[in-house]
């Protein structure tokens, strides 16, 4: 983390590039600061939305599944696999 001179709280990615002479060798080094704040955020917002998520499948009993028609296969989330279970007349 890193506090900007405003006084904000910055999450960044910190890199190097090596200073080079004729000959090619190093003598220093150029620091490269990257903000990755609003990568930090969207990161946060998306774990509490799927959380959100989770907890309604669960409170509603319902489960989800997603179908990957470039492998025809299908990806059940335990919850709907369970309900796949319960309902024995259930068809793919």
Known sequence: MLI???GRKLQ??????PI??????ATGDV???RDVTKQYIN???LR?????LGLALVGA???IWNWRLDHNAIHCAPRTKLWR??????RR
């Open 43 to 45: 990161r946060d917002k």
């Open 4 to 6: 900007s001179g405003d």
């Open 31 to 33: 620091p490269v600061f």
């Open 85 to 90: 279970v319960m309902r024995p007349n259930f």
């Open 61 to 63: 009993n319902h489960g």
């Open 48 to 52: 509490e939305s799927e959380e959100r």
């Open 20 to 25: 080079r002479i004729d000959r090619g060798e």
């Open 12 to 17: 960044v990615s910190e890199s190097a590039a």
